[in-house]
């Protein structure tokens, strides 16, 4: 039995360097073939890599699935520039060397990639990003549903974030997309992923917009997973820092109208509430002390998502797919930057668990 794993969403070009090219500075839609030339400069320089959200999920789920099976797939649904767009060819050179299918990547004409800084932070602690007429936000939700269906089958799964479903154009269509992939057998994972400034131009309105947003799709997807503070925008409402607090948060989560589990997630401590039967239960998950060495938690909440899609995926067990996922979410906060590659050793001893 072969199973498929599919994430929608925005790769970025990762810079790893203090110092930005003034075409980056300004995230405007006036700049695409400077972004793409600085970007591809500091790519040949081994100054930047790939990553991104979705990038970091399906990463972490083609180390899984193939490590239990190597006819299993993993695949990208996004848009990239063009063949001008040379930093687009280095990325899909990229997917194709890491086993990552790359058969529903388009290529949108006179497109760039957008970028964000591993290596710079502003006053508030945050990454900034030039994403601004990217290529990724020319894909309609048609081809991304015909995508899907091109991968029909009872053993599919569709990772999307909030950060997609910001960045797709008539966000409302979303909603749409997921309902048929329901219709069709898709096990959807959705990682809230919140971004202020992708949701609207004012605070609260950007809250709003995405708790409208989740709100819509809740009832089309099987898992979500989120940290306190976005499950504070989508329930309204502060939380404390408390594990009693943090379990009832992630039910509350569940009973927006997610189908089968929501995991709070966070570093040490993250919670999953997840339906079997008629009965509501409850996943503390407490890493190890003293085990590991964090370097950061970039891309932390992404390996968690991507690598439990595959685990669930293959095993239907909540709770050892959420041991396993949180394990190896764990072990990526010991490397820089996003994508993280887990040992072998480290795969078999989580699939050991759900098989």
Excluded at 91 to 103: A, K
Excluded at 148 to 164: A, F, K, P, Q
Excluded at 319 to 345: K, L
Aim: charged fraction near 25%; aromatic fraction near 8%.
């Amino acid at each position: 039995m072969a199973y498929s794993i599919l994430g929608w969403g925005e790769p970025l070009v990762e810079v790893r360097t203090e110092h930005l090219p003034k075409a980056m500075v300004l995230d405007a839609p006036d700049y695409p073939g400077n972004l793409d030339s600085a970007a591809h400069s500091l790519v040949g320089d081994g100054l930047a890599g790939f990553s991104g959200d979705i990038l970091n999920a399906i990463n972490a789920a083609k180390h899984v699935l193939t490590g239990d099976n190597p006819r299993n797939l993993t695949g990208l649904l996004t848009a990239v520039g063009d063949d001008n767009c040379d930093c687009s060819r280095q990325f899909i050179e990229w997917l194709e060397r890491h086993g990552i299918d790359s058969n529903d990547v388009r290529r949108i004409s006179h497109s760039h990639m957008g970028a964000y800084f591993e290596g710079y932070r502003d006053e508030l602690g945050s990454f900034p990003y030039a994403r601004s007429g990217a290529a990724f936000e020319s894909l309609t939700e048609l081809q991304v549903a015909d995508a899907i269906r091109r991968h029909e089958s009872n053993h599919v799964g569709l990772i999307i974030t909030g950060i997609t479903h910001a960045r797709t154009k008539g966000r409302n269509r979303v909603a749409d997309v997921l309902e048929r992939a329901k219709l069709q057998g898709v096990t959807t994972l959705y990682a809230v992923n919140f971004r202020m400034s992708l949701w609207g131009t004012r605070d609260d309105e950007s809250r709003t917009n995405a708790r409208v947003g989740f709100r819509a799709v809740a009832p089309y997807i099987d898992f979500c997973s989120l940290g306190r503070e976005e499950a504070e925008i989508l329930l309204d409402r502060a939380i404390a820092e408390t594990s009693r607090s943090k379990r009832e948060t992630a039910e509350s989560v569940l009973d927006l109208g997610v189908r089968h589990g929501a995991a709070l997630t966070g570093y040490p401590e993250a919670h999953m509430a997840f339906r079997s039967g008629k009965k509501v239960h409850n996943i503390e998950r407490f890493a190890p002390k003293n085990e590991l060495t964090g370097v950061n938690t970039t891309g932390a909440g992404d390996n968690l998502t991507g690598a439990f899609a595959a685990l669930y995926l293959i095993s239907k067990n909540v709770s050892a797919s959420f041991e396993g996922a949180c394990r190896i979410a764990e072990m990526s906060t010991t490397v820089e930057g996003g994508i993280y590659h887990p040992p072998a050793s480290e795969i078999e001893h989580s699939l050991s668990k759900v098989r």
